[in-house]
């Protein structure tokens, strides 16, 4: 798959503009850093790569053809090999198996191997039968990326998905994340302040947006560090 943003702008208020002119090209298989401070306009770019939002101004585009300019039995098939997670955990009422399994419900196919596959990889086996309400901010943050990975999604879409995780599951993570690009030929784009050395070497690109701009050193971040 390709994604591609053409001269993208957008407002939430339709006065100030948060992303200004952005033009970037994402395709499979790959891994996107997105950098920069807070506030730049990072989770808004990746909502309307994740087609959460649409842009103000210009276009984007899946394997050539615009997005929004398509039928909505289209477009609902392109948002279903995407998962997008959130940078704060948004969580349904229920037990930790279930917010895990949420996503193969919706899908209608749910694969108890994998659920039990993903669920003791990331240490929450004990958890399962808990409410999500007494859970710590780790292990919220923990079930909404398990939930994600057990749907194994074409286009995985992270915000700071490192908040919150200990060094061991942060490591899975890394390691499910290059499981995803090399062994399934996906993608997944991440915006984080966490710069691990293995998703340096992971990186395709490194796309750093500063006051809702592409910074003029986008493609030279770190490469002498």
Do not use: C
Not at 47 to 64: A, C, N, Q, T, Y
Not at 94 to 103: A, C
Not at 104 to 130: F, M, P
Not at 179 to 191: F, K, P, S
């Amino acid at each position: 798959m390709e994604i591609a943003l053409e001269n993208v702008w957008h407002s939430y208020d339709g006065e100030t503009y948060v992303l200004r002119n952005i033009s970037l090209r994402f395709r499979s298989p790959g891994t996107y850093l997105l950098i920069g401070p807070n506030g730049a306009g990072k989770t808004t770019l990746l909502k309307i790569v994740s087609f959460i939002i649409r842009p103000s101004r210009g276009r984007v585009l899946v394997d050539g053809a615009s997005f929004w300019d398509l039928d909505n039995a289209s477009r609902d098939s392109i948002r279903g090999s995407i998962v997008y997670v959130h940078d704060k955990p948004i969580l349904v009422r229920g037990t930790v198996k279930f917010n895990v399994e949420l996503g193969l419900r919706l899908k209608k196919r749910v694969d108890e191997s994998i659920v039990e596959y993903y669920i003791t990889r990331y240490g929450l086996k004990e958890l399962e039968n808990k409410s999500v309400n007494r859970l710590s901010a780790g292990q919220a943050k923990t079930v909404s990326i398990v939930r994600a990975l057990v749907t194994e999604p074409t286009v995985l879409v992270l915000d700071e998905p490192f908040t919150y995780l200990d060094s061991t599951r942060s490591t899975l993570l890394i390691e499910d994340i290059m499981r995803i690009v090399r062994e399934r030929g996906g993608m997944v784009l991440i915006a984080t302040h966490y710069m691990y050395r293995e998703l340096k070497a992971l990186a395709t690109e490194f796309v750093e947006i500063v006051n809702g701009e592409i910074s003029s050193h986008a493609k030279n971040v770190f490469a002498n560090s």
